[in-house]
């Protein structure tokens, strides 16, 4: 006789699961229901500046969502841990001093929606965004953006660390599970360079690896142990009119 809203806590996995529903002080009226929790994945469209939605279960089918959200120079995403929310950047290869960075909850009752929106935090274009528990970073075409995630409806920037002079276009970046490592990938020099990363910013480290020629993409594995670069492509983010020899 009752109707129950709830909000699904966002580490719950996709598909069907089980709710259980505990009445205080009921002699036999508790229950456990079966409710379908939904997942998203995120595309983005920067040239008809609009996100896309993909839903997925715990089955090897996807759907396109009727939704789409407007989102202007849409290019590069990254979905926090959690899943609970989507990071929108403005990765246009233009210099822009207030490129726009877009947060989505991705848990927000029947369909995503637009939490925050703001040009406060880089120097565009944005080139990648990785993130780990509270926190983001930001590559941008200076430096690196580190964002305090802690409250996804106000997040904010701690401060930007530069890169040294030889690496200023950093077009992808790694941090490990718990957010304090970080590893950024110099496009123009061929190297990968480390940073410490915490809410007081990031700080390059004297580690640096020498990579193969033409290195475009760097991931970090779930253990925070291991880095894979994949070479031999060009220069990753960068269009591939810009020729620089790579």
């Known amino acids: 006789s009752e109707t129950l809203r709830v909000r699904v806590p966002p580490r719950a996995t996709s598909g069907q699961q089980d709710l259980d529903i505990d009445f205080p002080e009921d002699d036999g009226g508790d229950a456990e229901v079966p409710i379908w929790v939904k997942r998203y994945a995120v595309t983005t469209d920067a040239f008809h500046d609009k996100v896309s939605f993909i839903s997925f279960g715990d089955h090897p089918e996807f759907m396109l969502e009727g939704q789409t959200l407007t989102v202007e120079d849409a290019t590069t995403v990254e979905i926090t841990g959690d899943g609970a929310t989507a990071i929108v950047g403005d990765g246009r290869w233009d210099i822009n001093l207030t490129p726009t960075l877009t947060f989505i909850d991705l848990t927000a009752d029947f369909s995503p929606a637009v939490t925050s929106v703001t040009t406060d935090i880089g120097l565009g274009p944005l080139f ?12 941008d075409a200076a430096g690196l953006n580190v964002v305090d995630l802690t409250d996804p409806y106000n997040p904010y920037s701690v401060g930007l660390t530069f890169y040294p002079i030889e690496d200023l276009a950093a077009t992808d970046v790694e941090l490990t599970p718990d957010g304090t490592l970080a590893a950024v990938l110099g496009t123009f020099d061929d190297t990968v360079r ?33 880095a894979y670069v994949l070479s031999g492509g060009g220069e990753g983010a960068i269009p591939p009119d810009l020729d620089l020899g790579n």
């Open 128 to 139: 990648d965004i990785a993130t780990a528990v509270d926190i983001a970073l930001v590559a």
């Open 194 to 226: 480390f940073y410490d990363v915490g809410f007081n910013g990031a700080t390059l480290l004297g580690d640096v690896v020498q990579a193969a020629d033409g290195i475009q993409d760097v991931q970090i594995t779930d253990d925070g142990q291991y």
